[in-house]
């Protein structure tokens, strides 16, 4: 069966999570070595090449290897220079980039600030482009001069820059794109400039990418980067399967592997197994707009008596972490200070409601069904029936889109900034509130923290937001999973970025 | 025979035409919107409409169905709505892997049904038969998906001996492919198997039973000889016809085969497809195996009466 | 995995029971056929557990006990614990609830929504026959299992739904299973005499037609009930029948399979033993049966 096709599905956001540690996020380096071909195996097929298309975690990690974006960003979130030397905002609804001006993209077209409004114009304007929402605060992108990209925007966007280390920031070819037409999902050749060239994509079964030699970027004892030949990307769906070909060498690097394999992949010696925790989240979705959760009660009784450890325990095998929110402790925007709904409490979830019950959704695979089943007894200890509804995920997600729903297991693989996980999920007619959630109090900090470019006073806004929503329980978090480097003890100097988009561009192979 | 095969052919026409209307209503009836699994989590309800719009779902049914039959008449079955691919060119990609399983299937079927079946038939009634009867039925009780995970575990898991699942090319290497073949074909043939055995048996006993057959024995003629020379040719040919019809129940035990053993043939896809929306491979997928099908069972027929002139078709 | 065993794919293939004959002497069939008493026994045995499953399973097969997950089996757990920690025996002894009625429901919706349209398509030929077949063909024409899935998937997965959807896949055995038999009956001088003397249709499809159909049919309806456990099994493996935390044999498989990479095999050999057991009692009686009641075999 297939498992989860598309990151918004509660079994991906978990089987893509490893272990709760943090510890250092950079593999142990030596002299590095030059050459040789990394194999990674992803375990969903990817759709398209074209990120104003791209819908799927496994395109992005491919993207990140042969387009640059605007921005990057390090192992704690922070922005760093990528083709854009730097910024800056002159006022609330301006932002500037100083771009490279040493960068060609791969089929030898020059890369300018006529490129950048090219591209942007393109994610914002292109009928079939899925990025219009990222871009939604941008007016218009001026050409000032060649290295100078000029952003006008509607209103002031605490998120902008977020969004431009994302596909809504990744600059490809004009030529390139124009060129290849609707070709480009499927054969982007020379429309990147990242580290690595697009060679070519056999459906279902292999992606191949290149060493990019004029690569703009050194390492810093000045060594042209990056260091491997090739990459070669495959689909592996099954996770028994993957782990296995990583066992057996036939690919050396992979993103997940079943929370019940990690021990084993740790006690491997031929293997390396680190993590950190993920942006994304795993929660039970409620209907506040109808029985029984359009009573306050009733949720909070539900977000007491369950047992957050035990689902961890038995369904992550301890991957992972116990949620307090939707903002992931790997986050600046999470506040560690709040620890609403602890521990299970079925006694105070008895005084506070019983004896009600509620369907809940789940997609249709192993994970999510164990987690349900579990909820299902923990509930039980506090006289609250639930009855499980395994949907094929399809249709799950399109009923809770819908608002057809009481409560469904759901996830989210979560964004860079804070804003992603949380304003279209609790503003009020927000695009993912498929639990038609509302608090005018809610909104308003929602929109100050998305307008505000000041880091420190945007925190401060999102732990408000925080004790606000476990507060009223507009979600029952349950977990964040983990993102982790699961490789042979070959791959080195990896670093372990907390958004799980595995970038090879300084990693080689002894 | 010309009159027959042309008054069987027009009875497809309504047949199929049936189908693709089933087909149609079963999936446009089912509950969940393409736009939501397409867009995923760059999900917005302005891309969703748009997204309709592209693919002509904000029409009535009706016209819908229409569209679909009108471009069907130029041989095209619309595009994928996962990847975009043609659907003649999404089930072509996947074709030849669901070929090679079927094939090997029915390899497999075949060597183990006809001499245990011939055998069967020569001692009928005694030890070895009743054992062979029960095995039989073992087989043809088992579901593929506990037999396939009985070979993982089996041969994958505590021997070590055979993958467990996966599919390599066989353009890239033979040996792989091939092992990798083996278990999926024995889990997807032994239905086949424990069904021809079953055929082999009885019809090699009829065929025993003949006047013919006694002669030569009169004669002098070894059992041996008699069962190779006269008896297994004619006796086979009955069981060259079920063979055909084993196509679709091949098909369906490619769905599950192929799930199990993560083999990215047509059953799969069909799986995957069907779980997630993406209706014109399903269109696709079910037009297709439906009029294979009712070839097969046409060219059974006509095979039939080729190989056996005392039928006749008036 | 196909609907109709496979000795019956063809119309000519039928059993038949061409003289009004009165009910087989049920002491002499048995003496005759004791594998038929094998496959009753064992049939009876897995129906008389499933029936007393509260009493004879040693615990509730719904008590999740996470800290006792996977557990190998020993003195506590004979077949050892689930993913969940619940007890694999007691969910097999309660899967047979499951898996057990599907099949008789499922069969019961093919007999009677196929027996009638074959009774009618061949009773009263002409136009209906032509219409009602043509139906038949193109439910034929799907690969019975694809039929199945999309099925559930439009109905939504549930064991009501699995059950309609499986009934509907055997709906075309009988209904030409049925139309056959009535077509050779309807020559028949008897049938035309009766005719002749002004007995009513349903007098004589009454008293005359489907006594004679029972044969077949009870043959029909014990290999159909073993494809129906089959199919059930299966959609139920590809998560579309029962909803958790129901115990269903083929589910239980799909989860357990997930296990075997870490060796922890009896997740799946408790239930798949089951399914395997339930459905070669079925076709077992099957074949004993048709042994039994096709006169062209008796040699």
Redesign the interface.
Same mark, same amino acid.
């Given at each position: 069966?297939r498992r989860a096709v598309i990151p918004l599905l509660f079994a991906l956001v978990l089987s893509a999570c490893g272990g709760g540690g943090g510890g250092t996020s950079t593999t142990p380096t030596g002299t590095p070595k030059t050459g040789g071909t990394l194999k990674v195996g992803q375990e969903t097929e990817i759709v398209t090449l074209d990120p104003n298309a791209s819908g799927l975690l496994v395109e992005r990690e491919i993207y990140y290897n042969m387009y640059d974006s605007l921005l990057g960003i390090d192992a704690k979130l922070n922005f760093v220079p990528q083709l854009a030397k730097s910024w800056q905002f002159p006022d609330d609804k301006t932002l500037v980039f100083n771009l490279r001006s040493d960068v060609k993209f791969h089929d030898g077209t020059p890369f300018n600030s006529e490129a950048v409004k090219f591209n942007i114009d393109r994610y914002m304007n292109d009928p079939k482009s899925v990025r219009k929402s990222d871009l939604a605060s941008v007016d218009s992108v001026e050409a000032k001069d060649p290295t100078t990209a000029v952003f006008h925007l509607k209103r002031p966007d605490g998120t902008l820059l977020a969004q431009l280390v994302d596909r809504a920031g990744m600059m490809l070819s004009p030529t390139a794109i124009k060129q290849a037409g609707a070709n480009l999902s499927v054969s982007p050749i020379g429309a990147g400039s990242g580290p690595f060239e697009f060679v070519e994509w056999k459906r279902d079964d292999h992606l191949t990418l290149k060493r990019n030699p004029n690569y703009w970027r050194k390492d810093k004892d000045g060594h042209q980067l990056p260091y491997l030949d090739q990459i070669a990307y495959r689909p592996i769906i099954d /996770?028994?399967s993957l782990?296995?070909a990583l066992k057996t060498g036939d690919v050396d690097f992979v993103r997940t592997v079943?929370g019940?394999?990690v021990d084993?992949v740790k006690a491997d010696s031929t293997l390396v197994y680190r993590d950190v925790p993920t942006l994304g989240f795993n929660a039970i979705w409620l209907n506040h707009s109808v029985p029984p959760f359009n009573d306050p009660a009733k949720a909070k009784a539900v977000a007491l008596a369950i047992d957050r450890a035990?689902i961890l325990?038995?369904v992550l095998f301890n991957v992972g972490v116990v949620s307090y929110g939707p903002v992931s402790p790997a986050s600046w925007g999470f506040d560690p200070s709040q620890k609403i709904y602890d521990k299970p409490d079925p006694d105070k979830a008895k005084t506070t409601a019983t004896g009600f019950s509620f369907t809940l959704k789940t997609a249709?695979?192993?994970d999510s069904?164990?987690t349900?089943? /579990?909820i299902?007894?923990q509930l039980a200890k506090a006289g609250i029936t639930v009855?499980?509804?395994?949907?094929?995920f399809g249709r799950q997600t399109t009923e809770t889109r819908a608002h057809q729903f009481e409560a469904a297991l759901q996830g989210w693989s979560g964004r860079i900034d804070p804003d992603g996980n949380t304003f279209s999920f609790y503003h009020t007619g927000g695009s993912f509130n498929d639990g038609l959630y509302s608090n005018p109090q809610v909104d308003q900090l929602l929109e100050q923290a998305r307008a505000s470019t000041d880091r420190a006073k945007r925190k401060q806004l999102y732990a408000d937001l925080q004790r606000l929503l476990v507060g009223d329980v507009a979600e029952v978090y349950l977990t964040h999973g983990t993102v982790a480097q699961i490789s042979t003890n070959k791959i080195r100097n990896f670093t372990l970025i907390p958004d799980g988009m595995n970038r090879f561009a300084e990693v080689w192979k002894s | 025979m010309f009159e027959y095969l042309v008054r069987r052919l027009a009875?497809m026409v309504?047949?199929?035409f049936?189908?693709t209307v089933?087909?149609f209503l079963?999936?446009h009836?089912?509950?969940g919107d393409p736009a939501v699994i397409i867009l995923a989590e760059s999900y917005t309800p302005e891309a969703a409409a748009q997204l309709h719009k592209d693919l002509g779902l904000d029409k009535p049914l009706p016209e819908q169905y229409a569209r679909y039959m009108g471009r069907l008449a130029h041989g095209d079955l619309g595009r994928s709505l996962r990847n975009k691919l043609p659907v003649t060119q999404a089930i072509g990609e996947r074709l030849p892997a669901t070929l090679e399983l079927g094939l090997a299937a029915l390899c497999w079927s075949l060597l183990v049904a006809i001499p245990l079946g011939t055998i069967a038939a020569l001692r009928r009634g005694r030890t070895v038969d009743v054992i062979a009867?029960g095995v039989t039925?073992?087989g043809?009780?088992?579901?593929?998906?506990?037999l396939g995970?009985?070979l993982?575990?089996i041969f994958g898991?505590v021997l070590r001996a055979l993958p467990v699942g996966g599919f390599a090319a066989l353009s890239d290497s033979i040996p792989d492919n091939l092992s990798r073949l083996i278990l999926p074909a024995i889990a997807l043939g032994t239905?086949?198997a424990a069904?021809?055995m079953?055929?082999t048996r009885?019809s090699m006993i009829e065929v025993l039973?003949q006047d013919y057959i006694r002669t030569a024995r009169a004669k002098g003629a070894s059992r041996l000889r008699v069962v190779n020379h006269h008896a297994l040719k004619n006796a086979l040919i009955p069981v060259v016809t079920?063979v055909g019809?084993?196509i679709?129940?091949i098909?369906?035990?490619a769905?599950?085969t192929e799930?199990?053993f993560s083999w990215p043939g047509v059953g799969k896809l069909?799986?995957d497809s069907?779980?997630g929306k993406d209706f014109p491979v399903?269109q696709g997928?079910?037009l297709m195996?439906?009029l294979s099908?009712?070839l097969a069972n046409l060219l059974v027929d006509v095979l039939y009466a080729w190989l056996d002139p005392r039928i006749s078709y008036a | 995995?196909?609907t109709a065993?496979?000795?019956y794919?063809?119309v000519d293939e039928l059993p038949v029971a061409l003289e009004e004959q009165g009910p087989p002497r049920l002491r002499r069939l048995l003496l005759d056929h004791p594998r038929i008493i094998v496959g009753l026994l064992l049939l009876l045995l897995l129906a008389v557990t499933a029936l007393v499953a509260p009493w004879v399973a040693p615990r509730n097969p719904l008590a999740?006990d996470?800290d006792n997950?996977r557990l190998a089996p020993g003195l506590a757990h004979l077949f050892g614990t689930d993913?969940?920690g619940r007890d694999v025996l007691s969910r097999v002894i309660w899967g047979g609830r499951i898996s057990l009625p599907v099949a008789f429901v499922a069969v019961a919706v093919g007999l009677t929504v196929g027996g009638a349209i074959g009774l009618a398509a061949g009773y009263r030929g002409g136009a209906a026959d032509l219409l009602l077949m043509?139906?038949i063909?193109?439910i034929l024409?799907?690969?019975?299992?694809?039929l199945a899935?999309?099925?559930v998937?439009?109905l939504?997965?549930s064991l009501k739904n699995a059950m309609i959807a499986i009934g509907i896949v055997q709906v075309p055995v009988y209904a030409r299973l049925t139309r056959a038999q009535v077509l050779q009956l309807k020559g028949l001088d008897f049938i035309t005499a009766s005719r002749a003397l002004g007995a009513s249709a349903t007098r004589i499809i009454g008293r005359h037609m489907l006594p004679n159909l029972l044969n077949p049919l009870i043959v029909q309806v014990t290999l159909s009930a073993?494809a129906a456990m089959?199919a059930e099994?299966?959609l139920s493996?590809?998560?579309l029948s029962a909803?958790?935390?129901t115990p269903d044999w083929?589910f239980m498989?799909?989860?357990g399979?997930?296990?075997?990479?870490?060796?922890d095999?009896w997740l799946?050999l408790g239930p798949?033993a089951a399914?395997?057991i339930a459905?070669?009692g079925?076709?077992?009686l099957g074949?004993a049966l048709r042994d039994a009641l096709d006169p062209r075999l008796r040699?």
């Open positions: 069966m /996770l028994n782990l296995a079943a019940k394999d084993g035990q325990k038995t249709n695979n192993q069904i164990q349900a089943t /579990l299902q007894a009855n499980v509804l395994p949907e094929e | 009875l309504p047949t199929a049936l189908v089933g087909v079963l999936i009836l089912t509950p009867s039925v073992a043809i009780s088992m579901p593929n998906f506990v995970i009985l993982i575990l898991l239905f086949g069904a021809n079953r055929f009885s039973n079920v019809l084993q679709g129940a098909l369906e035990g769905l599950v799930t199990v069909a799986v069907i779980f399903v997928i079910v195996s439906a099908f009712m | 995995m196909s065993a496979p000795a794919t063809g999740v996470p997950a993913e969940l043509r139906l063909d193109g024409a799907f690969p019975a299992l694809i899935i999309a099925l998937a439009a939504g997965p073993a089959l099994a299966t493996f590809l998560g909803p958790p935390p083929g498989i799909n989860t399979q997930r296990y075997l990479i870490n060796g095999w799946t798949g399914i395997c459905v070669f079925f076709n077992w074949d040699r």
